[in-house]
């Protein structure tokens, strides 16, 4: 089972597109308590994981048991928000019509509820310890999009070729979820979708609190390509960042109770050992501390370059550089100017962005139309400018 999930090029299809047999592969002394369908996306913007488990309930619940049968778990879940109602009562329905022993569990609405081991929080009340992994304490997590393809492999024979996207934002003609082939130009997309209408967009990879800035549309839709936003220059704060003020509200947001404001701190000065000892590496880079952020420093962003610098540290691997230089900047984009108070309600736990809509047969393969746009409207984004830190300024973040 675990070579043909290989075989099939299936990976996770929350975003970030890790190899499904690796995570699928158990060692001797594993066993799992519980696997976990994980439907809980809790991004501003982003409805694809709630349009698979409305339109794919059957080949979601398919894919769920295939990989019961290999993993033998204990207990069978999916996690849902609870504002997504209507997902819960099609997963329910289907659970009930195939009468198979899968649980569907609403959880509270809140970001990032979304990451693994706040669900195995939320769901078995335990913590997955600093620097082990979720299956360390029985627990399989899997996005609801990996089991549908489970199910299009093991049914079909049809390896990994497409996945649904959102493609939305206040800039874009038809805000959408395409279920697309993967290898799709960005811009036969959005030009799908309508179009952009606005002549100076700002384009981002996923959604707002975790996304990249994306300079143009010459790209593929790849594996992990969860969302497209494309939103307008009036949306984007031109950054301004200051010193930190210590007023400890990153540490207050974080949600695995890191100090965000001593990390910045140390990867400014390019401590990047001493940020591995401060557990840099449990950040799972929710963007939580530099979205509540008032100095509008670039803290997750920096966590982003101490991770990817730590793991080149490993033997055979090139050595890192002295600090966080410009040439790290290139990919930054800051939450910190968020400043809708819909965004603001949501990291605190308020409504999702309706995700239901129509059904439809369309040209790039399939669409999912998000029913009220104006809901995800007024999320405003920004690149965040470095330059406005100055090195020289020993309380600079
Ligand atoms: S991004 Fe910030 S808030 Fe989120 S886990 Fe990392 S340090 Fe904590
Ligand atoms: S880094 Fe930002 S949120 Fe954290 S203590 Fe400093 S000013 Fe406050």
Redesign the pocket.
């Given at each position: 089972m675990i070579r043909a999930i290989q075989m099939a090029g299936i990976v996770g299809m929350g975003g970030a597109a890790f190899p499904a047999h690796v995570k699928f592969s158990l060692k001797p002394d594993q066993s799992v308590r519980i696997l976990m369908l994980n439907g809980c996306e809790c991004e501003p913007f982003l409805t694809c994981d709630h349009r698979v488990m409305l339109e794919q309930a059957e080949a979601l619940l398919d894919g769920t048991m295939i990989l019961a049968g290999f993993l033998h778990p204990e207990r069978i879940a999916i996690a849902v928000e609870a504002n997504k109602a209507d997902a819960i009562r099609v997963l329910r329905q289907e659970v009930d019509r195939q009468g198979i022993p899968v649980e569907v569990i609403p959880l509270e609405v809140k970001y990032?509820q979304g990451a693994e081991k706040m669900m195995i929080s939320a769901i078995l009340g335990e913590e997955v310890p600093s620097g082990k992994l979720p299956i360390d304490v029985g627990a399989m997590v899997s996005n609801v999009g990996t089991a549908v393809a489970v199910s299009d492999y093991f049914r079909t024979g049809k390896p990994l070729m497409e996945r649904v996207v959102t493609v939305s934002g206040t800039a874009l003609a038809r805000p959408t979820n395409v279920l697309v082939p993967i290898g799709t130009p960005m811009q036969e997309v959005v030009d799908f979708c309508g179009g952009i209408t606005h002549p100076e967009p700002r384009i981002l990879l996923g959604g707002p609190m975790m996304g990249m800035v994306q300079k143009n549309l010459d790209v593929p839709i790849m594996k992990g390509t969860s969302g497209i936003l494309v939103l307008t220059d009036r949306e984007v704060v031109d950054p301004v960042t200051y010193s930190c003020i210590r007023c400890s509200r990153?540490v207050d947001?974080?949600?695995?109770f890191?100090n965000?404001a001593r990390?910045g701190l140390l990867a400014r000065k390019g401590l990047w050992l001493e940020m591995d000892e401060q557990h840099v590496m449990?950040?799972?880079?929710?963007?939580?501390?530099?979205f509540i952020c008032p100095s509008g420093i670039p803290?997750?962003q920096s966590?982003r370059v101490a991770k990817g610098l730590l793991r080149e540290k490993r033997p055979g691997n090139k050595p890192p550089p002295d600090s966080f230089d410009d040439e790290n900047h290139y990919f930054q984009f800051t939450v910190s100017s968020l400043r809708s108070q819909h965004a603001a309600d949501h990291v605190g736990g308020g409504d999702h962005p309706g995700a239901g809509g129509a059904h439809g047969i369309l040209g790039v393969r399939e669409q999912w139309p998000v029913d009220d746009p104006g809901l995800c409207g007024g999320l405003p984004a920004g690149r965040m400018d470095l330059s406005a830190c100055d090195p020289q300024d020993p309380i600079a973040w």
């Open positions: 990032p990153c947001a974080c949600p695995v890191l965000p990390l449990d950040c799972f880079e929710c963007g939580s501390c530099s803290l997750v966590f």
